[in-house]
């Protein structure tokens, strides 16, 4: 398996782009089928490794030969349901179709047989292994339509990505003293990169993301967290109008991790917009993380600002010519405790993300 880390893999998916010439006629036809205006979507994260739904080499094979955004390294983690209206003669909800979503484990798991933790062992022996191997975690998540869909042409496609930015995430996060994680989101089809990225709040938790057009045109949203409520339930706003759009209702009862995405009936052009329900599935799907990332990036933040202090103490006990033994001792010892690091390292694929950002990173 080629190394992730490697800036130069030699693998041809590092020679195309999410939007290319080449998936343009394919791509078409997922547009086509996402412009229906579905009034509910349910994003289910299964619990463990046994659900039915996981694939098998075969299938493997089969979402890799529809698309070459399904690598290797990806596992199904869940499904997305589309919901289109009221049967009121059946008393039920007319089932659209079903998605599934993936995570890269390669840049995720980090388990004592996992690449993340073997690398952190053999390249940063100064750190705990278990410890940094998460520290080093990235969130990649895709969707792709079902294998067992009916319409034969489109299944297996990819229908979005959400990564995040280490970089972004970051420098948001030392700038505010908060976690802040950042991600960029791509969806087929559509040209640009969305970004969707949490912000300062005094109490809660807030995202933000433009929607933007082909003559340019920017509107504003931003995501809120409910305050008082179970699980994580967000609210969704247009942030130019204050107008509540859509909600984000965390199941948080549900052991599969299931999250409900509800678009108001009366924004059907917003509902019928294939780009903006896709960062709502996919924002729906990584919050299942965003914990752990909340962790990461405060251990951070931490660090550098311990990092800062020791210099600080450093140069006043050099300028007064006092003993350095005691402070070095607090430092090493710190530093074994994962305390604070030398240095933040992100891999090439992460800067790849920032220089070529279209390329697939595999």
Request: proline fraction near 4%.
């Amino acid at each position: 398996m080629s190394d992730p880390y490697d800036s130069d893999t030699g693998n041809e998916a590092d020679e195309w782009d999410d939007y290319s010439v080449q998936d343009i006629a394919q791509e078409k036809e997922i547009v086509a089928v996402g412009r229906e205006a579905y009034s509910r979507m349910e994003v289910d994260l299964y619990k463990t490794k046994m659900h039915g739904a996981i694939i098998g080499v075969r299938q493997k094979d089969q979402y890799m030969s529809k698309s070459r955004q399904f690598t290797h390294n990806m596992e199904v983690k869940g499904e997305i349901k589309f919901f289109y209206g009221y049967d009121e003669e059946n008393k039920k909800e007319r089932d659209g179709y079903t998605e599934v979503v993936v995570l890269d484990e390669y840049w995720w798991d980090a388990d004592k047989d996992s690449e993340l933790y073997k690398r952190a062992e053999s390249n940063y022996p100064e750190y705990d292994p278990d410890e940094y191997a998460k520290i080093m975690r990235r969130l990649i998540l895709k969707t792709f339509i079902g294998l067992d869909e009916a319409h034969d042409e489109n299944k297996g496609r990819w229908t979005g990505t959400i990564e995040e930015s280490q970089i972004m995430s970051f420098c948001l996060s030392f700038g505010e003293k908060d976690p802040l994680p950042f991600f960029w989101i791509n969806a087929p089809g559509f040209k640009y990169r969305i970004p969707l990225f949490r912000t300062h709040a005094v109490t809660g938790e807030r995202y933000v993301f433009p929607l933007f057009d082909e003559d340019g045109v920017v509107t504003p949203y931003y995501i809120e967290a409910k305050r008082f409520t179970p699980g994580s339930d967000f609210q969704v706003y247009n942030a130019a109008t204050w107008e509540k759009v859509a909600w984000v209702d965390d199941r948080s009862t549900n052991i599969g991790g299931k999250v409900d995405v509800q678009l108001f009936e009366e924004n059907d052009d917003l509902n019928r917009n294939r780009v903006f329900r896709r960062v709502l599935l996919l924002f729906a799907a990584a919050s299942k993380y965003f914990h752990p990332l909340y962790k990461n990036y405060s251990k951070i933040y931490k660090a550098m600002v311990k990092q800062k202090d020791y210099k600080k103490d450093l140069k006043k006990k050099e300028e007064k010519g006092e003993d350095l033994t005691e402070l070095n001792e607090k430092y090493a010892k710190a530093m074994q405790k994962l305390k604070f690091l030398k240095k933040y390292e992100v891999s090439p694929t992460e800067l790849s993300l920032h220089f070529n950002p279209r390329r697939v990173r595999t």
